[in-house]
């Protein structure tokens, strides 16, 4: 079936970098944009950027710029995700999702857990 | 920017009851490309609207959405216990991709 599946649960020193993973099965892989989405506690979802498996092209949120990098490995059909220069206030629940065409985004991994604490 | 408001906060309401949910864009939504998730406690949000009124596969039809330009509804005509849930509308039509703060519905 299609499914995203993430890596798990991270946590990081203040200034250290996290990578997550987004592997994802059950579909063409460079068909669908993949975008990653984050939720900090008690928060609600916030855009963090796209990429397009097909051609690696990304764009990311403006508040973001510098310390993403999304990336993808089409031989594992997985996407990644790193942010750099990590800050209490970059805890949260990352999630990487699949817009579905026309479609918002129609399939979502499970999510990871990144806690950024001394 | 498009910044997306939701109304009201919280919505307490009983099973069985109709529950509904709006979201209004500061600018027009172009090709109505607004989405409707369900969100629970450690789990991944759920897709339930595209386009503003096509409901995703598997969707009960107790689900529907309405509006165009800058007004959106979300209505569950009735509530099941599974419902209870924060509740966020998405517009996909402009980068950056923005998201409502949510609505609480809880149970009353």
Avoid at chain 1, 72 to 80: G, I, K, L, P
Wanted: glycine content about 12%; some cysteine; hydrophobic content about 30%.
């Amino acid at each position: 079936q299609v499914q995203l599946v993430q890596s798990g649960a991270e946590v990081k020193k203040p200034g250290a970098s996290v990578r997550v993973s987004c592997k994802a099965s059950g579909y063409s892989f460079t068909t669908y944009y993949m975008h990653w989405v984050r939720q900090a506690p008690g928060q609600g979802l916030e855009w963090m950027g796209i990429i397009n498996p097909s051609g690696g092209s990304t764009t990311y949120a403006q508040k973001l710029q510098g310390r993403v990098t999304m990336t993808r490995d089409t031989s594992t059909s997985t996407v990644n995700m790193e942010l750099s220069s990590l800050r209490s206030e970059d805890t949260a629940v990352y999630y990487c999702a699949r817009r579905g065409g026309v479609q918002g985004f129609d399939i979502w991994g499970q999510g990871t857990m990144v806690t950024v604490s001394s | 920017e498009i910044v997306l408001t939701q109304s009201p906060g919280t919505l307490s309401l009983s099973p069985g009851e109709r529950a509904t949910l709006s979201c209004t864009a500061s600018h027009i939504v172009s090709s109505n490309y607004l989405a409707w998730y369900q969100h629970k406690p450690g789990q991944a949000p759920r897709l339930l609207i595209s386009g503003a009124s096509s409901r995703a596969t598997g969707i009960p039809d107790r689900f529907s959405g309405s509006g165009s330009g800058t007004d959106f509804t979300l209505t569950i005509s009735r509530l099941e216990p599974g419902d209870f849930a924060v509740y966020y509308c998405q517009q996909y039509t402009d980068s950056p991709i923005t998201f409502g703060q949510g609505t609480r519905l809880e149970i009353k």
